[in-house]
């Protein structure tokens, strides 16, 4: 799937290619920008637990191009960390890395790097329709075609729980980062009370991350699980939880995991909604990561938008929020495009 196109500023054309990424800590999708269209070209996605760095997953994904195309020397990588100075440490994967050495080991003139969730959030506004699944509350709805503009949000869960902001601005679209993902977890009713006293009992802070994500799952299950009575000896893997939760009672559907993922898909909305209350998205609450997209018929059938939509006298300003599932792959890489377009040449405007 491509993102829809958006031209480079005038002078640019001749930049290209450009060497895009979007890591996190399962997977580094790398691709390229080619022509003086912001259109993503060789995207190939690798597991990052096969390479010992960040540095040889890019030097496999560079070996593996066409010979006939020339090396790229801007590059912006999306990554799943925060960034301040010139280290840089996956909070969620041993990888950490110096910007200076690989931008000089990779033969860079330039290398800008972003949260994983600051790139996403600058595609949001050229999203295709086809990119997006949007919630039944606000059918046929899209971010391109005659919705609310402002304030824009997306929360995301992978192998950690990413959030970001967009805003639009006189000087064009702007993303805020952060890490929305480490924020306190709250409780919406009993049953979420003691799960989550469940997991105090393993972890002295947990975070929405601690139980909204890849690495959070199995803790959410665990903890599900002995509030309902039930032990569980052996800790059950993300990929099997989602399998086994959103498979039909003739395939094999264990109760245990349906309910984790119910808990999972309620939570998730309680931490949408005050997302997009803290940032004042009226243009759209976004879901990212690749999680959602996995059990995305549960999803929607779920209590997701009636506890986003629950905030009291903010009923109603939470119901004319729309919300959307990002089913474009590639979504992050092209917030990346944007941000180097805008550093090479200043603002890309949709």
């Known amino acids: 799937?491509?993102?829809?196109?958006?031209?480079?500023?005038?002078?640019?054309?001749?930049?290209?290619?450009?060497?895009?990424?979007?890591?996190g800590g399962t997977h580094a999708r790398f691709g390229l920008i080619e022509g003086p269209e912001l259109v993503i070209t060789q995207a190939q996605r690798l597991r990052t637990e096969a390479y010992p760095r960040l540095i040889n997953a890019a030097r496999a994904y560079l070996a593996g191009l066409?010979?006939?195309?020339?090396?790229?020397?801007?590059?912006?990588?999306?990554?799943?960390?925060?960034?301040?100075g010139d280290e840089v440490r996956f909070i969620?994967?041993?990888?950490?890395?110096?910007?200076?050495?690989?931008?000089?080991?990779?033969?860079?003139?330039?290398?800008?790097?972003?949260?994983?969730?600051?790139?996403?959030?600058?595609?949001?506004p050229r999203l295709p329709a086809a990119g997006l699944r949007t919630h039944a509350s606000h059918p046929g709805w899209t971010p391109t075609a005659g919705a609310p503009r402002g304030t824009l949000a997306v929360?995301?869960?992978?192998?950690?729980?990413?959030?970001?902001?967009?805003?639009?601005?006189?000087?064009?679209?702007?993303?805020?980062?952060?890490?929305?993902?480490?924020?306190?977890?709250?409780?919406?009713?009993?049953?979420?009370?003691?799960v989550l006293a469940a997991a105090r009992r393993e972890l002295a802070h947990v975070s929405a991350e601690r139980l909204l994500s890849g690495v959070g799952l199995p803790l959410l299950h665990r903890s599900v699980a002995a509030v309902t009575g039930?032990?569980?000896?052996?800790?059950?893997?993300?990929?099997?939880?989602?399998?086994r939760g959103t498979a039909q009672e003739r395939d094999g559907?264990?109760?245990?995991?349906?309910?984790?993922?119910?808990?999972?898909?309620?939570?998730?909305?309680?931490?949408?909604?005050?997302?997009?209350?803290?940032?004042?998205?009226?243009?759209g609450l976004y879901i990212g990561g690749g999680i959602v997209p996995r059990m995305a018929d549960l999803f929607f059938a779920s209590s997701f938008r009636e506890r986003f939509e629950a905030k009291g006298r903010y009923r109603d300003y939470m119901r004319a929020i729309p919300t959307a599932l990002i089913i474009d792959p590639q979504a992050a890489l092209t917030g990346a495009a944007v941000a180097l377009a805008q550093a090479l040449g200043g603002v890309v405007q949709r």
């Open 230 to 243: 039930r032990s569980i000896d052996v800790a059950m893997r993300t990929e099997a939880i989602v399998q």
């Open 155 to 194: 929360v995301g869960p992978g192998t950690g729980l990413g959030v970001a902001g967009l805003v639009q601005t006189a000087a064009g679209w702007q993303a805020i980062p952060g890490e929305g993902g480490h924020v306190t977890l709250a409780a919406c009713d009993d049953f979420e009370v003691a």
């Open 253 to 283: 559907n264990d109760a245990d995991c349906a309910r984790t993922l119910a808990v999972f898909c309620a939570m998730l909305g309680t931490v949408a909604g005050n997302v997009a209350l803290t940032l004042g998205a009226r243009g």
């Open 92 to 124: 969620n994967h041993p990888w950490q890395f110096s910007r200076h050495a690989l931008q000089r080991e990779l033969g860079l003139e330039r290398l800008i790097l972003l949260n994983d969730f600051e790139a996403l959030a600058l595609a949001l």
């Open 66 to 84: 066409p010979a006939t195309l020339k090396r790229p020397v801007h590059a912006c990588l999306a990554v799943a960390a925060p960034l301040g």
């Open 1 to 23: 799937m491509t993102s829809t196109p958006a031209s480079l500023p005038p002078g640019m054309a001749s930049q290209p290619p450009w060497l895009v990424a979007d890591i």
